[in-house]
Each structure stands twice: as structure tokens, then as C-alpha cells.
């Protein structure tokens, strides 16, 4: 599997950015979906997770309904849109596979990771 995360960079407090996973080398449609972030110093946390068909997601607490997930499987693409951004939000956020499709209803995201992409970087700051 290949994952390539792109749309992250610069933005000011309140602000938005939106992030991109193209994914490759595997059944897209077949597989749900997380995105999880690194800050300096810190471990890597989970932030969103969706099923194969973008059905059900979770999300971290901390988004607290700033942060929406979804894929778009007919361009093998996964997506976090990502709103009033705080400096706290900055890190490397990674696009991952999971190793199932989510379809059951044991899913709760972002436990049973198979790839990782290298990771798209986001600053927030003034």
C-alpha cells in the first residue's frame, strides 16, 4: 500500500486547512480509513477514522466538531477538513490504512492499522 498525504502547511489560529491522502497499491473501497497526528515531543494520537464506504466515522474528542472525514472511492482518496485550527493542532498528521473494511459492527477506527504514509505537516500559528 502507498499512501501520499499533501494539503497541509501554514495557517493562523481560527483558520482552515485541508488535507489530501491519495492512495495506491491496494483496494481503496475495500478498507477503512484513519488519520493520526505526531506534534514535537509528543506521540503519535488518533484524530478521525472512517469505514470503507465512509458510512461511520469517529472521531478524537479533542476535535470537538472541528475536523471532518471522508473519502472519495472512485478517486482512491481520503480527506481531513480541518477548521479553526489552534496552534495545539500542529503536528504531522499521517493518512493510514486499516487492515479491515469496517463493516462490522465491532468497528470503532483507528485500532487495527496495516500502512502509514510519511506525513503532511501542519503549522498553526500567528
Known amino acids: 500500500a502507498d499512501l501520499v498525504e499533501s494539503g497541509g502547511g501554514l495557517a493562523q489560529p481560527g483558520g482552515s486547512l485541508n488535507l489530501s491522502c491519495a492512495a495506491s497499491g491496494f483496494t481503496f473501497s475495500g478498507y477503512a480509513m484513519s488519520w493520526f497526528r505526531q506534534a514535537p515531543g509528543k506521540e503519535r494520537e488518533f484524530v478521525a477514522a472512517?469505514?470503507?464506504?465512509?458510512?461511520?466515522?469517529r472521531y478524537t474528542d479533542f476535535i470537538k466538531g472541528r475536523f471532518t472525514i471522508s473519502r472519495d472511492n472512485t478517486k482512491n482518496m481520503c480527506y481531513l477538513e480541518m477548521n479553526n485550527l489552534q496552534p495545539e493542532d500542529t503536528a504531522l498528521y499521517f493518512c493510514v490504512k486499516e487492515r479491515s473494511a469496517g463493516s462490522t459492527g465491532y468497528w470503532v477506527g483507528g485500532r487495527d492499522l496495516d500502512s502509514w504514509g510519511q506525513g503532511t505537516q501542519v503549522v498553526v500559528c500567528s
Open positions: 472512517l469505514t470503507w464506504n465512509g458510512g461511520k466515522t
